[in-house]
């Protein structure tokens, strides 16, 4: 167990709704990112955090904000839902140094209407 | 602009077989390689990594092969089992610390018969 709980597990939504997704892990780990995973593409870093209010831009950013107020919590906002969101979304953190290893959550599967 | 380029796309083997799955990369100062796996419904886990000072690592019936100078490294599954059909994603990052902002490859669903 990762210790990394992603909510919501699935959501609907509608064009041009906002959305939060919330990941939060119990081990207070410094590393957080947010992916998301799309047929074809593999896995793509959106945002990752490298501690409290500490955030950065990963290779598809664009209509994505993240926040990060409390070690354990690394929000991922969609502003403004479009159908190109519509995707399954992965939290994953980095437990340290040397390992290299991320540990990834159960991931949401978002759909935009 | 794909940095981690996966293939095949799909692969199906029998069981007892081989499954191997290629990647290529192109950014030199990648450092750290690793490869997931991933049923679905789940998130991927690290199956096996391996770093460029060495051109092989074995675990188990799972083996990274490596070519630096190539700039490609492959997964091979020995006897292959049912129980490994998921999809496999290749991935590189250059380290620093703690910070692994990993570069993904598009992955490879195997399937492995009875």
């Known amino acids: 167990d990762a210790g990394i709980t992603q909510s919501p597990r699935h959501k609907v939504t509608e064009t041009g709704t906002p959305v939060t997704l919330r990941c939060h892990q119990t081990?207070?780990?410094?590393?957080m990112y947010w992916y998301r995973q799309d047929p074809g593409h593999g896995l793509r870093l959106i945002h990752y955090s490298y501690g409290v209010k500490d955030t950065d831009k990963g290779e598809v950013s664009d209509g994505y904000s993240v926040s990060r107020s409390k070690t354990e919590d690394f929000l991922l906002t969609l502003e403004s839902a479009t159908s190109s969101q519509t995707s399954v979304y992965f939290c994953?953190?980095?437990?340290?140094?040397?390992?290299?290893?991320?540990?990834f959550g159960e991931g949401s599967r978002l759909t935009v209407l | 602009q794909q940095q981690v380029k996966q293939s095949p796309q799909s692969l199906i083997v029998q069981k007892g077989g081989i499954s191997i799955i290629n990647c290529a990369y192109e950014?030199?100062?990648?450092?750290?390689f690793p490869w997931y796996q991933q049923f679905p419904g789940k998130g991927p886990a690290l199956l096996i990594a391996?770093?460029?000072?060495?051109s092989e690592k074995k675990e188990g019936r799972f083996t990274i092969s490596f070519n630096k100078s190539a700039k490609q490294f492959s997964l091979h599954i020995m006897d292959s089992q049912p129980g490994d059909s998921a999809t496999y994603f290749c991935?590189?990052?250059?380290?620093?610390?703690?910070?692994?902002?990993?570069?993904f490859g598009k992955g490879t669903l195997l399937t492995v018969n009875p």
């Open positions: 081990e207070n780990h410094r590393y």
């Open positions: 391996i770093r460029p000072d060495v």
């Open positions: 991935a590189a990052s250059k380290s620093w610390g703690s910070n692994y902002k990993l570069t």
């Open positions: 994953a953190i980095s437990k340290g140094p040397g390992t290299g290893e991320l540990f």
């Open positions: 950014n030199t100062a990648f450092d750290y």
